[in-house]
T-cell receptor, first 112, second 112 residues
Framework: DSGVTQTPKHLITATGQRVTLRCSPR?????VYWYQQSLDQGLQFLIH???????AKGNILERFSAQQFPDLHSELNLSSLELGDSALYFC???????????FGQGTRLTVV | QQQVKQSPQSLIVQKGGISIINCAYE??????FPWYQQFPGKGPALLIA?????SEKKEGRFTISFNKSAKQFSLHIMDSQPGDSATYFC???????????FGTGTRLKVLA
């Protein structure tokens, strides 16, 4: 158990809908990273937050947004969902810059 | 310049053999190089990591070799076991920013 909690584990929704994925980082970790992993693909970096502030952005679509709350949990919002958004979404946390990142078990999103 | 190139894409090794996975990077600002192991349907788990001030790090059967001048690093799995069958990702992090970039992954299969 990495200490990073993601909910829900599975999510099935229809095209055009909006969903929210939640991540609780390890105790004491200020950094939260979000990654997308499509079937048999690598980990695509989406966005990073540090202590409530956005610090880095990767290949994140405009339909996607995220935030980190004062209690350090983070949410990834995916809207106007398309079939191609079906993937595993992982959250990772770390203490700070350039340190070990620990991953949650992921949320498997299926868009039908 | 932000990419981390990983090879091979897949690898089949006999039980007891040595598995070798290679990664190369361009960004000289990267200063932290972890390896992750991922089983199907699970989140990536940190396996071992190295910083550029050392050329080799060993933990049990897993060894990272680092060549700073060539901007390459590799994972060696000694005495490979069927339980090692998983996808392995190298990554690189820039301590000056919050980027945490992953390679494309290597699917390892160890034959019994």
């Amino acid at each position: 158990d990495s200490g990073v909690t993601q909910t829900p584990k599975h999510l099935i929704t229809a095209t055009g809908q909006r969903v929210t994925l939640r991540c609780s980082p390890r105790s004491g970790d200020l950094s939260v990273y979000w990654y997308q992993q499509s079937l048999d693909q690598g980990l695509q970096f989406l966005i990073h937050y540090y202590n409530g502030e956005e610090r880095a952005k990767g290949n994140i679509l405009e339909r996607f947004s995220a935030q980190q709350f004062p209690d350090l949990h983070s949410e990834l919002n995916l809207s106007s969902l398309e079939l191609g958004d079906s993937a595993l979404y992982f959250c990772a946390s770390s203490v700070g810059k350039g340190t070990e990142a620990f991953f949650g078990q992921g949320t498997r999103l299926t868009v039908v | 310049q932000q990419q981390v190139k990983q090879s091979p894409q897949s690898l089949i090794v006999q039980k007891g053999g040595i598995s070798i996975i290679n990664c190369a990077y361009e960004n000289t600002a990267f200063d932290y190089f972890p390896w992750y192991q991922q089983f199907p349907g699970k989140g990536p788990a940190l396996l071992i990591a190295i910083r550029p001030d050392v050329s080799e790090k060993k933990e049990g059967r897993f060894t990272i070799s680092f060549n700073k001048s060539a901007k390459q690093f590799s994972l060696h799995i000694m005495d490979s076991q069927p339980g090692d069958s998983a996808t392995y990702f190298c990554a690189a992090s820039d301590g000056g920013t919050y980027k945490y970039i992953f390679g494309t992954g290597t699917r390892l299969k160890v034959l019994a």
